[in-house]
Every structure is written in structure tokens, then in C-alpha cells.
């Protein structure tokens, strides 16, 4: 080392700074070691409360994997540093700000994943489930602290943000087992509602999967313009022959009234014509008869 070096270093008063600054070092160390054998012996068992409390696995990596062993490791990093002399104040100060900062910048993917905490907590529906959220209809897939997948059954895969999940109307279609599955049919005014009963029950009883307890029944919902509205009611088992028996109530109800003889109709407007005055007659007679014509003849 050249010579000029050596005399701008006071090495004596460098090696007695590092021998005094070596018990701080030490103790950082300790500190370090104490927090991360915290973790570790701690872990296991907070784990085995909250799967015992019912929280989700997701759920429970979330907040003992990385909330709970980042949230320690920063409060003994910022110990460890305060052993050897670092001023945390201005770093926790620093470190706030910035995190202000990135969550106004971040504050939708915030917004999902404490919605995703949530559903997790709560469990509105859980992976296998048949849901209807935001419009889409079909089997939960997958439930992620930012979104939740469903597979549909046209065998698409829709990626719905969990914020907007939480925030609107969801229906649970396989929440309590058995299933109503509700088929509106019209039949026309003159046909009987006893008998368009009977010829439909004695259809869908012959579907499999619908059940005999609770037992199938028709009920008039409505008296609409065109049509004395009808609804077949079924149970089924499972939520995932919901759209596959309601496409078979309809075609098998369709077949048994159209051989009963019983009328589905269409939409249709009849007028009625009680009373016309001659006026009215002779006035529509000058618009639709050529000119010159006197209307008789």
C-alpha cells in the first residue's frame, strides 16, 4: 500500500472504532436471530389456530406467510439498526411517505386483494361452487387475492376482479345442495290449466335427475297479453344440471303439450270492432276509394 495512503490513515484509531463498534454488530445479530426463531417457532401454530378458526389455506399462507413473517421482519430490522446507530425515525418517516405514495398509485389492486381477503373470510363461495356474478354464470375454478375464475359452460375461463365480486349481487347456486329449477311455459287462454298441469308433470317426471321429493309441480305466475303463463318447477341434485335440465323441461314440455293437443301460443294482438258509425265508414270510403268514385256500385 503506497506510503502516502498509510499516513492519511490513522489505522490504530480505525481498528479501536471497529473493536467498539463490534458489540453492536453483535447485538443486531441477536436481534435479527431473535425475530427470525420467532417466526419459526411461531408459525406452525398459528397456522394450525386459524385452520382450526376455518380460514382458507390461501387465506392462512396469506396472513402467516407473508403478512405475519414480513411484518416481523421489518419490526426487527428496524431494531437491528437501531443497535448499530442508524436513526430509524427518518427512515420509518421515508418509508411512510413512500408507502402513501404507492398506494394512491396501486390503490385498485389494493381494493382486490382486501376484497379477496374477504371472500376468503367470509366464503360466499368457495372453489367448485356454481355462481353467478357480474353477469357471468358458471363453476368457480380458482379464487386468487386479486381475482376469482370461472369456467362457463361454454368451457370459457372469465377473470372477474374480487372487488368487483364484493360489490354487487351474487347467487350461489350450489350453497345448500338440491336445487329448484324454476321453467316458465305458456299456454293460450281457452286451453285448461288442470289439464296443461298434468300433461307436464307426467313429462318431467320422466327426466332423469328430477326428483320425486320434493316433487315436481306446475303453477300459473302470470296472465300475460298473449298467454296464461305457466312455471314448472323440478328439483335436481347438483347446481351443474341446472342449465341441462332446464333445456330439457323445455323441450319435453313443448313435445307432450303439442301431442296433447294443447296450444302454445305466440305474441299476438286481436282487435275488436263492436259498433262503427256510418260517418266513419263514409269518411274511410273517400280516402280508399279512387277519386271520382261516389262508393256505390
Do not use: C
Amino acid at each position: 500500500m503506497p506510503e502516502w495512503i498509510l499516513d492519511k490513515l490513522d489505522l490504530q484509531r480505525l481498528l479501536t472504532q471497529f473493536v467498539e463498534f463490534l458489540p453492536r454488530m453483535g447485538a443486531a445479530f441477536m436481534v435479527l436471530m431473535g425475530f427470525w426463531l420467532m417466526y419459526r417457532l411461531s408459525r406452525r401454530p398459528l397456522s394450525s389456530l386459524m385452520h382450526q378458526a376455518g380460514l382458507h389455506d390461501k387465506l392462512v399462507d396469506l396472513l402467516v406467510g407473508s403478512l405475519y413473517r414480513y411484518s416481523l421482519l421489518i419490526v426487527g430490522l428496524v431494531m437491528a439498526l437501531d443497535q448499530v446507530g442508524v436513526n430509524v425515525g427518518a427512515a420509518l418517516a421515508s418509508i411512510g411517505v413512500a408507502g402513501i405514495a404507492l398506494g394512491f398509485a396501486a390503490q385498485d389492486s389494493l381494493a382486490n386483494l382486501i376484497s379477496g381477503i374477504m371472500i376468503f373470510w367470509d366464503k360466499p363461495f368457495v372453489v367448485g361452487d356454481w355462481i353467478t356474478a357480474e353477469s357471468e354464470y358458471g363453476r368457480v375454478s380458482d379464487i386468487t387475492l386479486r381475482t376469482t375464475r370461472i369456467r362457463t359452460p361454454r368451457n370459457t375461463w372469465v377473470v372477474i376482479p374480487n372487488k368487483q365480486i364484493i360489490d354487487s349481487v351474487l347467487e350461489n347456486h350450489s350453497k345448500h345442495g338440491e336445487l329448484r329449477v324454476d321453467v316458465a311455459i305458456g299456454i293460450a287462454y281457452k286451453e285448461d290449466v288442470d289439464q296443461a298441469r298434468e300433461v307436464l308433470l307426467e313429462a318431467v317426471r320422466s327426466i332423469e335427475g328430477v326428483l320425486e321429493d320434493p316433487s315436481p309441480d306446475v303453477v300459473v305466475t302470470s296472465l300475460g297479453n298473449s298467454s296464461v303463463d305457466l312455471a314448472v318447477r323440478v328439483w335436481i341434485h347438483a347446481a351443474k344440471d341446472e342449465r341441462g335440465t332446464t333445456h330439457q323441461v323445455l323441450e319435453q314440455g313443448k313435445r307432450a303439450l303439442d301431442e296433447a293437443g294443447i296450444q302454445i301460443p305466440f305474441p299476438h294482438l286481436q282487435l275488436f270492432v263492436d259498433a262503427v258509425e256510418d260517418p266513419v265508414w263514409e269518411g274511410a270510403a273517400r280516402h280508399l276509394l279512387p277519386s271520382g268514385s261516389n262508393g256505390k256500385g
